[in-house]
């Protein structure tokens, strides 16, 4: 695959610096909690918007094993056959992350550690739709990855917020689904 050009990969990195906000356009001025009512504020409603854009990134692939070297023994071939120099079937390496929709149509920004060395990507969205994703970008140096989804349209995405809105002290939730499938 093709080294995305520098732009590129700024602006990708950029994507993810912004922070995946659901606010409205006029928000009231920060303060400390006065009240024991402050204190317990629900974040229910920004869970329930943002969920379904947070997706499971399945990744895997199948080693070939090696041959075995008894192979190598005329007598052991005439019994057992030849065996090839190596076959599929050997041990499945499996991976599992978490993403984003940024796009509706089925941009994924999850983490290059994720996707390193896999032959297959499936991600799995809230809604427990499987879909197989293709690599579109991918950046080991940011250990950004970007995927598109085959298949499907129309996806709920990710709002995204200004990141100079952010200071210390800002609370920040970090969502995940749950693996309905089991499989992995």
């Known amino acids: 695959m093709n080294t995305p050009s520098l732009g590129l990969l700024r602006a990708m990195t950029a994507l993810l610096l912004v922070?995946?906000?659901?606010?409205?356009?006029?928000?009231?001025p920060r303060q400390t909690p006065q009240?024991?009512?402050?204190?317990?504020?629900?974040?229910?409603?920004?869970?329930?918007?943002a969920q379904p854009a947070v997706v499971n990134v399945y990744a895997s692939r199948t080693d070939k094993r090696p041959r075995n070297?008894?192979?190598?023994?005329?007598?052991?071939?005439?019994?057992?056959?030849?065996?090839?120099n190596s076959r599929p079937g050997g041990p499945?390496?499996?991976?599992?992350?978490?993403?984003?929709?940024?796009?509706?149509?089925?941009?994924?920004?999850?983490?290059?550690?994720?996707i390193?060395?896999?032959?297959?990507?499936?991600?799995?969205?809230?809604?427990?739709?499987?879909?197989?994703?293709?690599?579109?970008?991918?950046?080991?140096?940011?250990d950004l990855v970007v995927l598109r989804l085959k298949g499907g349209e129309n996806f709920t995405v990710m709002q995204l917020g200004d990141s100079d809105a952010l200071e210390v002290g800002d609370i920040v939730l970090a969502l995940a689904i749950r693996s309905g499938s089991g499989r992995r």
């Open 19 to 28: 922070p995946f906000a659901v606010s409205t356009s006029a928000e009231p």
């Open 35 to 49: 009240t024991q009512s402050d204190i317990f504020l629900s974040f229910a409603p920004v869970v329930k918007k």
């Open 69 to 84: 070297p008894l192979f190598d023994d005329p007598i052991f071939r005439h019994f057992f056959g030849e065996g090839g």
């Open 92 to 114: 499945t390496a499996r991976s599992l992350g978490s993403g984003v929709l940024v796009d509706a149509s089925g941009l994924v920004v999850t983490n290059y550690h994720v």
């Open 116 to 142: 390193e060395g896999m032959t297959d990507v499936r991600v799995a969205l809230a809604d427990k739709r499987e879909f197989d994703a293709g690599i579109v970008l991918r950046d080991q140096r940011t």
